[in-house]
């Protein structure tokens, strides 16, 4: 099919929930991609912060294609090999001590929400389900985690929302002690708030938030949909604050590129979800497990380092560009957010970008970079190249 003909069969069959770009994208190879026509692009978004091993990375296509060929599912009724084997590294090297494999990252918050209130009824009993979130966060799109998103533009159209969130401003632990209250039970947060534009907490208020959390007894939860596996040089965020987060969740690249996420929980919360009480059909599937066992072979501690010199990189070599709509960047490792001057339309160039064949995506009032981590120096000065032509 042409990219129109695949347009238009979108169009007239698929809900029109989605602000798209008018590209379609038919293949990729590493950190390009090409649309059905051959036009090339350079990959800046890594649909949107998943295809961490890029595209058609051998050893992923292969460990997928003989999974599926030996077990594609068969349901958490039974055991299998391949999640097993995924959470124990996980744990391993994280300091976490279980996991609770589901399929995308709202539904991993769910399970996370689920959790910390659950953890506190069986401890205090009712009325100490709330949960203080931050202003300025993305959470997901299910009736709680748009109420556990703390920007007033999400808590529209579907009520009744789910009651028992309130929220404190980033950074600011006297706005956190002013929510606190006895109906508390956690603190949710992103170590790097990503929708929000790419802001890093920091790290003296993470370790505060985390003593405060002990001294409470409310259960500290990271949300690290967007943060985790690799995308901001260690394989998740909070291995840079110092600090293990009581429950920790993760979506995104955990299996580059096949729908998987989960929640790994510590010791102390090992024992709060038995049996009955949390499930998805599809969660720990298999040939997703599969994949990401790939992804954790590939993200070495040298590989992450990786990440981190890339990311640097980039940054550098953006604000050395000297382009008249572009101020600072921001970030962490290959998760990079940049300020869009004042007069200029972060849309409008998202869209000369990639008309000019580099694929980028915006965040808060900025543009937000998150190249596969596999980018070749390359593939990153292509990149930079493009926005010299087309934005300079
Ligand atoms: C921090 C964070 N949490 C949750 C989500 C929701 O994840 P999903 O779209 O997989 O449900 C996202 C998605 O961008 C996110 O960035």
Not at 27 to 41: C, F, I, S, V
Not at 107 to 120: F, P, Q, T
């Amino acid at each position: 099919m042409t990219s129109q003909q695949i347009k238009d069969l979108t169009g007239q069959y698929i809900m029109n929930t989605y602000g798209r770009f008018p590209v379609a994208i038919d293949h990729g190879q590493g950190a390009t991609l090409w649309d059905p026509e051959g036009k090339e692009y350079i990959d800046f978004t890594s649909g949107i912060g998943v295809t961490d091993l890029g595209y058609g990375y051998q050893p992923w296509v292969d460990a997928i294609t003989t999974q599926a060929g030996k077990l594609g599912h068969v349901s958490n009724l039974f055991y299998t090999e391949p999640p097993a084997k995924l959470a124990e590294i996980l744990c391993k090297r994280t300091g976490e001590s279980c996991v609770f494999f589901a399929n995308g990252g709202g539904e991993a918050n769910e399970g996370m929400i689920k959790l910390a209130r659950k953890y506190s009824f069986d401890k205090y009993g009712k009325g100490r389900a709330t949960i203080i979130t931050l202003n300025n966060s993305f959470h997901g799109r299910t009736i709680t985690t748009l109420m556990a998103t703390g920007q007033e533009v999400f808590h529209n159209y579907f009520f009744p929302f789910t009651e028992g969130f309130r929220y404190a401003a980033a950074n600011d632990l006297t706005s956190l002690e002013a929510a606190a209250g006895d109906d508390v039970c956690a603190v949710m947060m992103e170590l790097v708030q990503g929708e929000g534009g790419v802001l890093p907490l920091d790290v003296e208020y993470v370790q505060a938030v985390k003593k405060l959390c002990e001294e409470k007894d409310w259960l500290l939860l990271a949300d690290e949909v967007q943060t985790g596996v690799g995308r901001t040089g260690t394989l998740f965020a909070f291995q840079q604050y110092g600090i293990l987060p009581d429950v920790v969740s993760f979506a995104k690249g955990i299996a580059g590129g096949l729908p998987m996420s989960g929640i790994m929980a510590n010791e102390k919360c090992r024992n709060v979800l038995g049996p009955g009480t949390h499930a998805t059909t599809f969660g720990a599937n298999p040939v997703c497990a599969a994949a990401g066992l790939v992804v954790q072979e590939t993200l070495s501690d040298a590989f992450l380092e990786e990440v981190k010199a890339k990311g640097a990189y980039l940054r550098k070599g953006i604000e050395e560009l000297n382009l008249p709509c572009f101020g600072k960047t921001r970030g962490m490792g290959l998760m990079i957010g940049i300020e869009v001057k004042e007069g200029y339309n972060k849309s409008e160039i998202a869209n000369k970008l990639i008309e000019n064949g580099l694929l980028v995506l915006t965040a808060g009032p900025g543009m937000r970079l998150l190249p596969p981590l596999v980018i070749t120096k390359e593939e990153m000065d292509q990149g930079l190249a493009i926005m010299e032509k087309a934005l300079g």
